[in-house]
T-cell receptor
Framework: NAGVTQTPKFQVLKTGQSMTLQCAQD?????MYWYRQDPGMGLRLIYY???????DKGEVPNGYNVSRLNKREFSLRLESAAPSQTSVYFC?????????????FGDGTRLSIL | GQQVMQIPQYQHVQEGEDFTTYCNSS?????IQWYKQRPGGHPVFLIQ?????EVKKQKRLTFQFGEAKKNSSLHITATQTTDVGTYFC??????????FGAGTRLTVKP
């Protein structure tokens, strides 16, 4: 049982390049989340999807787009990468729709933008 | 929006000493969750508190939820090197998303 799988694990981009971070969960969870983690800043929510077919902005959505492709998959796209987007990105999922259950996290994608 | 603040940012203890991290919210919370992240790892859920004044224990870890449901604490008794990591609290911003505190990074000297 893999849980939440994120790809790639590491990526280096040049400023202005685009890329998509992939996330898939095999727990039949309804809600999925994208966070970024920077030193001293904790986990900041970028976007979330409370159910298949819906997405909503979190705290720091600027510069990102998301797609809830189906119930299993939730991708995060950087259209024109900037050095300020250098971070560790975590995807998480939760069984329900409301924020009253544990979130399960993937191993993260370490992204560097030069 | 709702803000969750955690103190201290860092804590360095000698093995065997106790450790406490505190979490404060700008609004009343319906629940609060605690997570642990080992160095280089991902956050792992520890516990959820729901009731006003609730206290829960997991071995050497004691979690409390304040009477006003705006603050919480995690206390570790007699720390061990396996307790090293960053501890996060998280509270609901609305029905559908959680906001995390900045975390308390614990280091333990053997």
């Amino acid at each position: 049982n893999a849980g939440v799988t994120q790809t790639p694990k590491f990526q280096v981009l040049k400023t202005g390049q685009s890329m998509t971070l992939q996330c898939a969960q095999d727990m039949n969870h309804n809600s999925m989340y994208w966070y970024r983690q920077d030193p001293g800043m904790g986990l900041r929510l970028i976007y979330y999807s409370a159910s298949e077919g819906t997405t909503d902005k979190g705290e720091v959505p600027n510069g990102y787009n998301v797609s809830r492709l189906n119930k299993r998959e939730f991708s995060l796209r950087l259209e024109s990468a900037a050095p300020s987007q250098t971070s560790v990105y975590f995807c998480a999922s939760m069984t329900g729709v409301y924020s009253n259950q544990p979130q399960h996290f993937g191993d993260g994608t370490r992204l560097s933008i030069l | 929006g709702q803000q969750v603040m955690q103190i201290p940012q860092y804590q360095h203890v000698q093995e065997g000493e106790d450790f406490t991290t505190y979490c404060n919210s700008s609004t009343t919370l319906s629940n609060i969750q605690w997570y642990k992240q080992r160095p280089g790892g991902h956050p792992v859920f520890l516990i959820q508190l729901v009731k006003s004044g609730e206290v829960k224990k997991q071995k050497r870890l004691t979690f409390q939820f304040g009477e006003a449901k705006k603050n919480s604490s995690l206390h570790i008794t007699a720390t061990q090197t396996t307790d090293v990591g960053t501890y996060f609290c998280a509270g609901p911003n609305n029905n559908n998303d959680m906001r995390f505190g900045a975390g308390t990074r614990l280091t333990v000297k053997p």
